[in-house]
């Protein structure tokens, strides 16, 4: 009896899946595969590429087929050539793989890179003309950080989650902090700008001119003292909890007033009218809490801070007058 002859499955005799199957039974693999196919259009060569045998190449691609229930490739003498399906499956190929890529490229970043929000305690005169444009810099390097910064004289607590770091002119760092010192603080004298610049008050009436000076939470401070033992209460003409609203006091001609020179030195409307005062020095602390000491943004802020400051030694020590008023 003579035997039919095979019959040749054609496009139409596929086996097809249901529509909503049909990705599901997709990978990404499978797509890779078809895209190197098609670039090579040898089984081979794109085996090799793909660091997989031929055979598997031939059968992940009769799944695709099998899963769509269309032929994705015609199979000529010449090699593989894509079919109008395919083409289309081919463009998907590519999508994905520049979202895989972009996908995998923001995570990678995210893992080197800090992310969050950076809580920074410190006072306002440190910040205003000198922490911001470190924080600018800072930011720069690392976009996805959010800065936060509270600003206030007396001591934030850590240990209750006010702050991620401190930023402190302090002889004394609380002993549940940990960090390091970065630079003793120098004062000098200043007065505004439009009186002295052409000379300074001789040394010997210095203390008999008008003077700014601190009060409340800033009443402890050195140079509070300092003035107080040197000039009559009738001299002391105003008084701030705020070194910043000193440092505008002095700027406005209210008096002469002891600013740290990090602050003073950088003023373009006052100038210093004496040397540095050695009994009045401070002492620059970054400090954090044990806690979160190994946190990515905390050590990257922490690096960064330490590295300007080092910078700018010359200027917070005092060593730098960029307007000194002639004696």
Known sequence: MQSKPAKTQTHA???SAGQG????????????????LSDCGNRSIAAEKLGINASTVSRRVAHAEAALGVALFDRR?????????????RAL???????VVSVARRISGAAHDPQGTLRVATSDSLLLYFL?????????????????????NDTLDLARDESDIALRATRRPPESWVGRRLAGIAWAPYGAA?????????ADRLYELDWVSYAGGLSGLKAAHYLDTRVAPSRIAYRSDSVAAVS????AGLGMGYLPCMLGDTMADVVRVGPVVPELQDELWLLTHPDIRGSRRVQAFMRFC???????KALIEGRLALHPAKP
């Open 77 to 89: 003498h010449a090699g593989y050539k894509l079919t109008p399906e395919g083409m289309e499956l």
């Open 306 to 312: 330490a590295a300007a400051v080092a910078k700018q």
């Open 194 to 202: 439009r009186q002295f610049r052409r000379k300074a008050p001789a």
């Open 248 to 251: 505008a006091g002095i700027s």
């Open 13 to 15: 005799d596929r086996p």
């Open 132 to 152: 911001t444009p470190i924080i600018a810099d800072f930011r720069a390097e690392h976009p996805s950080l959010t800065i936060e910064v509270l600003v206030g």
């Open 21 to 36: 199957d049909a990705p599901q039974q997709l990978s990404w693999d499978d797509l890779r595969i078809i895209k190197t």
């Open 93 to 99: 190929s590519e999508r994905v793989e520049l979202d």
